[in-house]
Structure formats: C-alpha cells, structure tokens
C-alpha cells in the first residue's frame, strides 16, 4: 500500500458518506410531495422482500400527492399496507389501480423536528469522515513505521487528508442548509 493508495482510498470512502448522507436527506419529508420518500419502503413480493420500485410505478400527481400503481393488480393492497405501516405517517388512499399518498402539510413544530432530524444525520456524516480522516492517518504512520515512505511524505500526506476532510465536512454543511431552507419553506 503506497500514499497515492491511501489517499485515494480515503476520498472513496469520504464520497461513499457524502452519497449517503445525500440518501438519508432525500427520504426526510418536506411539506412538498416527493417520490423519494417512497424509496426505502419494502413490499412482501412472493415470499420475498421487494424495494417498491421494483413492484410499482411511483411518480408525482401534483405538488402535495404522489402516485403509486403496482405493475399487477393483487399487489394493490399489500403496497397500500406497506406504505401505511412505513414510519412515514403517510395515509394512501386506493382508486382502483392507483393508490393516492398525499403528503400532509407540516406544522412548524414537526418542521423544526425535521431540522434536528437533519442535522443529527448531519452530524452522524460528520463523524464517520473524521474517522476515516483518523483511519488513513494511521495507515500513514503504518507506511512510514514499516519504512514505505519518508516522514515529509506523510506529512504532506496528512496536510492532503485533512484538506479532503475540510471540503467533505463543507459539503456536508451545505447539504444541511439546503435541506433546512426546504424543510422551513412553507
């Protein structure tokens, strides 16, 4: 394993916690319907788990409804199911082959729960990037302990790291301010 190898590995795992964090925010609900909210919903699908995707069509009806229509006709009440026991508080209504979920407005108290909700994940982000910072700043020690690279090298390696660092956790804050400036827009 050579500097170039940890570095790179770093900014993987560092983009890796970007993407999720990207994920996490898109499921928390905004007073706007969203289908990605939909997202992590899993329907029993012939004995087996099934992402909803995969068994219905989601798309968007107008700005407070979104509409999901199973590929087949008995899936209908076991996707309605689903979507009402998820820990979403979404209650889907069906007429005929399409199943209506509105989304509630938010009040400002559950606005500000979404906020601290956000930020939480945020934090969460946080901390999983400084400790990949942490893991590759031992792999570096390790490197020149093992006599793969000189201490400059590491050192630099280091300033390097850490700049990778700076510009993911200033991602990961501009996500939050994106998102609450959503979640706060009435």
Partial sequence: MSVADVKKNTDQRMQKSLET???DLAKVRTGRAHTGILDHIMVEYYGSPTNLSQVANVTLIDARTIGVQPFEKKMIAVVEKAIRESDLGLNPST?????????PPLTEERRKEMVKLVKGEAEDAK???RNIRRDANE?????VKDKECSEDDERRAQDEIQKLTDK??????KQVVDKEKEIMTV
């Fill in 127 to 129: 901390i999983a990037i």
């Fill in 95 to 103: 007429q005929g082959e399409m199943i209506r979920v509105p989304t």
């Fill in 139 to 143: 792999g570096l020690k390790k490197l």
């Fill in 168 to 173: 993911a956790v200033a991602e990961v804050d």
């Fill in 21 to 23: 964090l990207r994920a």
